[in-house]
């Protein structure tokens, strides 16, 4: 089990089943605290196959240098971090994809997570990646014609897609929320639970340079649903919304850059994907880069 260090304590982390332990009867100094973040996720490139009107990811051309990439997670294994999540733009474009990867597996002890489309999964990819991937989160907004119209793919497709994933992996189900996906959670919990989700993750419609993000009414619709919810999939929300979901706050003093920090596809670290600003990856390391974010967010 890898060991972090922090204000709550000490913490266990076995990224092959997803257990954690906090002994928390002694929390340790602070300048012994681990100096990363406990999951930091990375957009590896901005180049996506759909073009979703609701998408914040950047779109000017941009993708990590793999020597930089296996540099960064060799730093964040040291650490302290438990685990890395790969994106985009959608990560199965990114032509080192499994063997960074398979890197990050043979050579850490970080859990590997990646949220995807999906659409790209088949059997190959599915063997490229088995064994080195510990969850797949897999974005579904709305289904039928709904997610067709939304994400212009097949929806026939995406079921043959979520099969496979299923077939080798643990994953979760995303669902960004507005007003054309917020009539059909009952269908997309269905889905989840027909392909064996262990999680439907819900993410309000966030502005962007071409929507305003989920309304007012949206967002009463979701809560009410929610707050009458009696199915066997465990619900999630991110940490910027206020669902009503259930939460346990094992470690309420590990906030802010010591729980979650992204670093996007130029090299840039931010406090979060929606972030305005951050601060460059430099020569001097991703942690450096992180203690200057950290200044800089309470200046």
């Known amino acids: 089990m890898k060991i972090r260090l922090g204000p709550d304590g000490t913490h266990l982390f076995d990224r092959r089943t997803g257990l954690n332990v906090l002994l928390n009867e002694i929390a340790p100094p602070e300048r012994e605290w681990s100096a990363a973040p406990r999951q930091v996720s990375i957009a590896v490139t901005n180049a996506c196959d759909l073009a979703c009107s609701y998408c914040y990811a950047p779109k000017h051309r941009a993708v990590l240098d793999k020597s930089r990439l296996l540099r960064w997670i060799d730093e964040l294994d040291q650490a302290g971090a438990l685990g890395i999540g790969f994106g985009g733009g959608e990560p199965t474009l990114y032509r080192h994809l499994p063997e960074v990867c398979a890197y990050a597996t043979v050579n850490t002890d970080l859990a590997v997570t990646m949220t995807t489309h999906g659409l790209r999964w088949n059997a190959d990819l599915s063997s490229r990646l088995r064994g080195t991937v510990n969850f797949v989160r897999v974005s579904v907004d709305g289904v039928g014609r709904t997610y067709e119209r939304l994400r212009g793919r097949s929806f026939t497709h995406l079921r043959s897609a979520l099969e496979t994933i299923a077939g080798d992996f643990q994953w979760g189900?995303?669902?960004?929320?507005?007003?054309?996906?917020?009539?059909?959670?009952?269908?997309?919990?269905?889905?989840?639970?027909?392909?064996?989700?262990?999680?439907?993750?819900?993410?309000?419609?966030?502005?962007?340079?071409?929507?305003?993000?989920?309304?007012?009414?949206?967002?009463?619709?979701?809560?009410?649903?929610?707050?009458?919810?009696?199915?066997?999939?465990?619900?999630?929300?991110?940490?910027?919304?206020?669902?009503?979901?259930?939460?346990?706050?094992?470690?309420?003093?590990?906030?802010?850059?010591?729980?979650?920090?992204?670093?996007?596809?130029?090299?840039?670290?931010?406090?979060?994907?929606?972030?305005?600003?951050?601060v460059r990856v430099g020569e001097d390391g991703v942690i450096a880069a992180l203690k200057q974010l950290a200044q800089v967010e309470a200046a």
């Open 173 to 278: 189900l995303n669902a960004v929320i507005n007003q054309d996906t917020v009539g059909e959670l009952d269908a997309i919990v269905a889905i989840a639970a027909e392909y064996g989700a262990s999680e439907v993750l819900l993410l309000p419609e966030q502005p962007t340079a071409n929507t305003t993000g989920a309304g007012e009414e949206t967002v009463r619709v979701l809560k009410s649903w929610v707050g009458t919810y009696s199915g066997t999939i465990r619900l999630a929300t991110s940490s910027e919304t206020e669902l009503g979901v259930p939460l346990a706050d094992a470690l309420p003093r590990e906030v802010g850059l010591r729980s979650y920090a992204h670093i996007d596809a130029s090299g840039t670290a931010r406090t979060s994907s929606y972030a305005p600003g951050g």
